[in-house]
């Protein structure tokens, strides 16, 4: 059972909306209704669509078949766009293959999408989708550099690969090696490289794998860019089935890379899915990609390679050799252990062709013998020792010609049963007849063939050093084309058909005398202009008469057509054409004729409405489309042509060129100011070609005025600048020009004014005296502020007054890390106001002056710490002050000055004079010291040398003492002294070495006065080795039930408890304490029961015979609560007996004093529960449980949560 669920896609209103699962993976179905009438059902896809990769240009289509009772009606849409225009889109049904066709011809790139189609009828609705991907023109093998056209096809994917389709393939120069060559190289196993180079004729092997290695550098290092790892390259090679392939391993970076197939640099189509019809199909498996080609034809050799994006991975050569069967392999039918033989001969000398058993393919081993006859026509497969399982069919292909038969293995009737029987002697199978006699005639005939051959180019030899050279034609230089101008008209052009011979292969430029008749320039197809005058030549080696036809009949001058001969030629002059000059013209002396067509027409002509409207300019802004038509009458053999400033567009990128039978359309997308420019169309037919030009104007906002900025004049109260219109005006006039201005060192630009567009200078009056200011100009039109122009170094208003030395600089303090200095301001500050000081230094010994700050970073103190300075290293100082217009003059240098500490008596930081250490441990002492010089360090121990087994560690600035192990021996005052040239210090630090105490000895107690309890100890084993312990004693009563400590700090053995009160129970623990810590507790026996108190009288009568104890019983019990949801709860209730009684909580009879969400406590006998926020889950019955000695007693109550 599938899961139901309601949709509301594909549903009207009232219907119910049930997903169903397809046999068809991909295809979505929705079933209208919960349970479909008898012999009725939902639509379904029997065959879905192909997701399809396909040329622009080429005929897409996609192939569905659908099921369903009542029969569905099918329909398409894609998701971005409509399918509605029947000129692109076409919908078609084959009722005999009940197949729906949706097809695309001249395909676009922006029909690129993907595609739904919908089966639907009264019971449900079958969807499927299917992506179209199309590739664009520019896609293919990289073109010859067009500078011009980079502008207008944007974005073009070009192939790194060298080798080019035949249309774009130029020339090679003599000796240049074709690129294909290094093409298979690259893809190629070491062992096929002598093959490869005999092929294309390279002998230089050191040179091939020196540039070979070099190539290969630079293809991995492209091939990383797309595929982590590419191995397993298998050449392509014809299969068993009739169909070739070639595959690879790749392991692609991004899985949604493009990979691209293209033969002899033209891109071809293929599809990825199985069972698909196209000839080109890709097969992956992993990491695997196998392509496969069928439907094998002699077309079909060439260069495969196969590109990821824009780099080859693999390359490889199909041949396919001239041979076919002249013999084709026969049924064998064999006994079992008996050979058989398959045999056949070839048209043509074949060295291997390739075997396949039941589509595996078969190499010479111990199983199959395959021999090849000396004249490599006669080629045999020989299956050794067959067997049961050997039966299936075999098949051989040489080329992509292939032949298979049956192997038939018979059971051996005269084998004995469980008994294998020996191997035969005798073979079965053979084609029957005598190859050898076949083999033989077919050699001879190709031996005569090419003795005929070579015969026809001895002749053809001969007969050319026998003829007298001709003599030389005189030459016409040919007239550079005129570029067309709008609206006016090309001649038409006159070709000239090349001289066959019989062989069918072109002969030399060059005509020789013979002594027989013939025709030396003979007729041509010739395109003529209606109501022009046309005119047919042929001329003859000798002179001879000729007869001229019209579409097979004779003609004779008159009625517009004039017939002259004039030596060896003959002419025949039409007046004026018109359409029934048009025909098949024949020129016939003898034996000899030539015929040529005369096809009459006009050339390509404008409405000139048309042409007016279309030569006024197109004016749009930056990032808008610019679009451009032109209609024009329907013509055959219409070529229509657009251009931008003289070169060609191409469709594609920001392109978009629509073609019509009647008009065509130019479509710039986000156009730029480089887009600008002079925009032409051209209709081309064989009769000639005119044109009609616009203007597209691309408006923006200026470019920046044209630099540098000159300075004209700069006094102490103004400056004066002058620039240069810019050379992009964005399309528009400039208006006018703003100026603004920045005072050096800072960060603000403020506007100074603007000036009219015939200006190009400014006068600053606003300035101060020896200050500096940057300038910048920005030119504005109607669209806009265009980028500024920026002086390129500060303008000082009037000339630079720099400012006189300060103070020599004097040394405040020196240390090992920082100089601190100080100096007087200049006594002259020349008018012109110190914004700030420059410190040099220079190091002792040198010459080199280093400043310690930017002149933009001035020091605005009279005093400045350095501290890039060397420990030990001598400088002397110099200062300068700093104006508006630069660093004045330098000061006297300061003394010679050593980077380092001054003298100082020793003195400690901050030491602790105390140290508890636990015994076993390791102890450190880590003392920092200040002095200078550095001191001499001493330790003592109680005023005595250290022992040897503690380590001292002395380092700059810090002294450590190790004790590695201490003992409690090691507790004493330890002494640290440090002494240099200018005093002494000493310090005293107490390290006490001591241990967790051990519990005191038994605890005892004694009443000796009424409500006063004397407690008394053993000491405790550590109390003589340490004389920092201590005791604390702690005390519990029965009343409170809580521990707390009572005395601290003693230093006895005793301890007097008072306010002790009769009928509660006391316990006492007596802990030792010391630097580390308590010790276990002693405990003391419980004090209320014991002998040793004082009988307590009251008025002469003894309380021995009173008594206080009683059963538990409840003085209030507990009542009924019923709070809301999450509200707080408090619920009492009062106990009373002697001895005090223990109190517990019950909910539904389960003890909660434990439970953590209940907050209980005993005061007295006042039992009381606590809930912060009451839960459903709290309500039930309560009950208290009160026990001691003597008996017990209980109360209840219910709880009742209101939600």
Same mark, same amino acid.
């Given at each position: 059972m599938f899961r139901k669920s309601v949709v509301t896609d594909g549903t009207a209103t009232g219907q119910v909306g049930i997903k169903k699962k397809s046999k068809v993976p991909g295809v979505m179905i929705t079933q209208f209704i919960e349970t479909l009438p008898e012999g009725m059902s939902h639509p379904d896809f029997t065959r879905k669509p192909i997701a399809l990769t396909i040329q622009e240009g080429k005929f897409a289509f996609f192939k569905a078949?659908?099921?369903?009772?009542? #029969?569905?009606?099918?329909?398409?849409?894609?998701?971005? !766009?409509d399918v509605s225009d029947t000129a692109r889109y076409q919908t078609k049904y084959d009722p005999n293959s009940d197949e729906h066709t949706f097809e695309m011809p001249n395909v676009m790139p922006d029909q690129a999408d993907t595609y739904k189609c919908f089966a639907t009828n009264e019971f449900g609705q079958a969807t499927v989708t299917v992506v179209l991907n199309v590739i664009e023109v520019g896609y293919k093998k990289n073109k010859a550099p067009q500078p011009a056209a980079e502008t207008i096809n944007k974005t073009v994917l070009k192939r790194k690969s060298k080798i080019r389709p035949k249309s774009e393939q130029t020339e090679r120069?003599?000796?240049?090696?074709?690129? &294909?060559? @290094?093409?298979?190289?690259?893809?190629?196993? &070491?062992?096929?490289?002598? &093959?490869?180079?005999? %092929?294309? !004729?390279? =002998? /230089?092997?050191?040179?091939?794998?020196?540039?070979?290695?070099?190539?290969?550098?630079? *293809? %991995?290092?492209?091939?990383?860019?797309f595929v982590k790892n590419l191995s397993n390259l298998r050449p392509i090679q014809v299969n068993a089935d009739g169909t070739a392939s070639f595959e690879l391993d790749m392991d692609l970076l991004d899985q949604s890379s493009s990979i691209f197939l293209y033969k002899d640099g033209e891109m071809i189509p293929y599809t990825k899915e199985l069972g698909d019809k196209m000839k080109h199909s890709l097969k992956t498996i992993g990491k695997k990609y196998v392509f496969s080609m069928r439907d094998l034809l002699p077309d079909d050799a060439g260069l495969y390679q196969l590109d990821v994006e824009d780099v080859n991975m693999f390359s490889t050569e199909f041949k396919i050799p001239a041979v076919d069967f002249l013999v084709k392999i026969q049924e064998v039918k064999? =006994?079992?252990?008996?050979?058989?033989?398959?045999?056949?001969?070839?048209?043509?000398?074949?060295?291997?062709?390739? @075997?396949f058993g039941k589509n595996l393919p078969l190499e010479q081993g111990d199983k199959y013998d395959i021999q090849v006859s000396e004249d490599k026509l006669i080629h045999r497969l020989v299956v050794k020792d067959c067997m049961v399982v050997d039966k299936g069919i075999y098949s051989c292909c040489a080329g992509i010609k292939s032949c298979n038969a049956w192997l038939i293995v018979e059971p051996d009737k005269d084998a004995q049963k469980g008994k294998k029987t020996? *191997?035969? $002697? $005798? *073979?079965?199978?053979?084609?029957? +007849?005598?190859?050898q006699k076949i083999a033989e005639e077919q050699q001879n005939k190709l031996k005569k063939e090419r003795e005929e051959i070579k015969e026809q180019i001895q002749i053809a030899k001969e007969a050319a050093a026998a003829a007298p050279p001709p003599a030389p034609a005189p030459t016409k230089t040919p007239e550079a084309p005129k570029k067309p101008e709008p609206g006016k008209i090309n001649a038409p052009q006159v070709y000239q058909a090349s001289v066959q011979q019989k062989t069918g292969k072109t002969v030399s430029n060059n005509v020789y005398c013979c002594p027989d008749p013939g025709i030396t320039c003979g007729l041509s197809d010739t395109y003529c202009l209606r109501g022009k005058p046309a005119e047919l030549s042929v001329k003859m080696n000798m002179d001879c008469e000729g007869t001229w036809f019209k579409d097979g009949e004779q003609l004779s001058s008159g009625a517009g057509v004039t017939i002259s001969k004039d030596g060896m030629d003959h002419k025949l002059m039409i007046h004026s054409c018109q359409d029934d000059d048009s025909g098949v013209y024949r020129f016939v002396s003898g034996d000899l004729s030539s015929q040529g067509k005369v096809t009459v027409g006009d050339v390509p002509e404008f409405d000139p409405d048309d042409l007016h409207k279309f030569s006024k300019p197109v004016v749009i802004r930056v990032g808008q489309n610019a679009a451009f038509k032109m209609p024009f009458p329907p013509q055959e053999s219409l070529v229509v042509s657009w251009f931008k400033d003289g070169t060609e567009i191409k469709d594609g990128g920001g392109v978009k060129i629509l073609k019509e039978p009647n008009h065509s359309r130019l479509l710039l997308r986000d156009c730029l100011r480089t887009d600008a420019g002079e925009i032409k169309i051209q209709l081309s037919n064989p009769f000639g070609s005119v044109e009609a030009t616009s203007r597209l104007i691309v408006l923006d906002r200026p470019g920046p005025p044209e630099g540098p900025v000159e300075i004209v004049e700069s006094t102490s109260s103004m400056i004066e600048i002058q620039w240069k219109p810019p050379k992009d005006d964005g399309g528009s006039p400039v208006t006018n020009y703003i100026i603004e201005r920045q005072q050096a060192g800072q960060c603000l630009w403020s506007k100074l004014g603007d000036v009219s567009a015939d200006k190009t200078s400014f006068r600053d009056r606003n300035v101060t005296h020896g200050k500096k200011y940057n300038y910048r100009i920005s030119a504005e039109n109607p669209e806009g502020l265009g980028d500024p122009l920026e002086t390129a170094d500060s303008i000082m208003a009037g000339i630079m007054i720099l400012a006189g030395p300060p103070g020599a600089p004097k040394v405040v303090s020196a240390s090992k890390t920082c100089i601190n200095l100080t100096w007087t301001p200049p006594e002259d500050?020349?008018?012109?106001?110190? +914004?700030?000081?420059?410190?040099?230094?220079? #190091?002792?010994?040198?010459?080199?002056? +280093?400043?310690?700050?930017?002149?933009?970073?001035?020091?605005?103190?009279?005093?400045?710490?350095? &501290?890039?300075?060397?420990e030990g290293a001598e400088y002397e100082f110099r200062v300068s002050a700093i104006n508006e217009s630069g660093a004045g003059d330098l000061s006297p240098p300061s003394e010679m000055v050593c980077a380092k500490n001054p003298n100082m008596r020793p003195c400690f930081k901050d030491p602790e004079d105390f140290i508890v250490v636990r015994a076993g441990n390791s102890a450190r002492v880590k003392i920092l010291y200040e002095a200078e010089p550095p001191p001499e360090i001493t330790w003592l121990m109680d005023d005595e040398p250290i022992s040897p087994w503690?380590?001292?560690?002395?380092?700059?600035?810090?002294?450590?003492?190790? +004790?590695?192990?201490?003992?409690?021996?090691?507790?004493?005052?330890? $002494?640290?002294?440090?002494?240099?040239?200018?005093?002494?210090?000493?310090? /005293?630090?107490?390290? *006490?070495? =001591?241990?967790?105490?051990k519990t005191p000895g038994p605890v005892e107690l004694e009443q000796t006065v009424q409500g006063k309890v004397v407690v008394s100890w053993a000491p405790s084993p550590d109390q003589e080795l340490d004389d920092r312990l201590c005791y604390m004693v702690a005390q519990y009563d029965s009343d409170t039930r809580v521990w707390k400590t009572v005395a601290d700090r003693l230093f006895t053995n005793t301890y007097t408890a008072n306010n002790i009160v009769s009928g509660v129970e006391y316990h006492f623990q007596v802990y030792a304490k010391n630097d580390m810590g308590l010790s276990d507790p002693s405990l003391s026996p419980t004090w209320g029961v014991n002998s040793n108190r004082v009988q307590s009288t009251s008025n002469g009568i003894t309380s021995a015979g009173l008594s206080f104890e009683r059963p538990p019983s409840i003085l209030v019990p507990l009542k009924v609560h019923t709070p809301p949801e999450g509200y707080q709860l408090y619920m009492t209730c009062a106990v009373r007996g002697y001895p005090t009684p223990t109190v517990s909580w019950h909910l539904n009879d389960i003890c909660i004093n434990f439970d953590r969400n209940y907050y209980i406590t005993n005061s007295f006998g006042v039992c009381s529960l606590y809930i912060l926020r009451v839960r459903p889950e709290d309500s039930g019955e309560y009950r208290v449980i009160a026990v001691n000695s003597l008996g017990k007693a209980e109360c209840s109550t219910k709880l009742f949560v209101k939600s």
């Open positions: 078949k659908v099921i369903g009772e009542p #029969k569905p009606a099918v329909k398409w849409s894609r998701n971005n !766009g120069k003599e000796g240049e090696i074709d690129p &294909k060559f @290094w093409e298979l190289l690259l893809s190629a196993d &070491k062992k096929d490289y002598e &093959k490869i180079c005999s %092929e294309f !004729g390279v =002998t /230089d092997f050191r040179w091939m794998l020196k540039k070979l290695n070099e190539m290969k550098k630079e *293809r %991995e290092e492209e091939q990383a860019e064999a =006994t079992e252990r008996e050979d058989a033989v398959f045999e056949c001969v070839l048209s043509n000398p074949f060295s291997k062709i390739l @075997w020996a *191997r035969k $002697t $005798t *073979r079965a199978g053979g084609s029957g +007849i005598d190859l500050d020349r008018g012109v106001p110190i +914004i700030g000081y420059q410190v040099e230094k220079r #190091k002792k010994d040198t010459n080199h002056w +280093i400043a310690l700050n930017a002149v933009n970073e001035p020091i605005k103190d009279v005093k400045y710490a350095v &501290k890039d300075v060397t503690i380590n001292i560690i002395n380092s700059e600035g810090m002294s450590q003492l190790v +004790i590695p192990s201490s003992k409690r021996s090691d507790s004493a005052i330890y $002494t640290i002294k440090a002494r240099n040239s200018v005093g002494e210090a000493s310090f /005293d630090i107490e390290v *006490r070495v =001591t241990d967790e105490p």
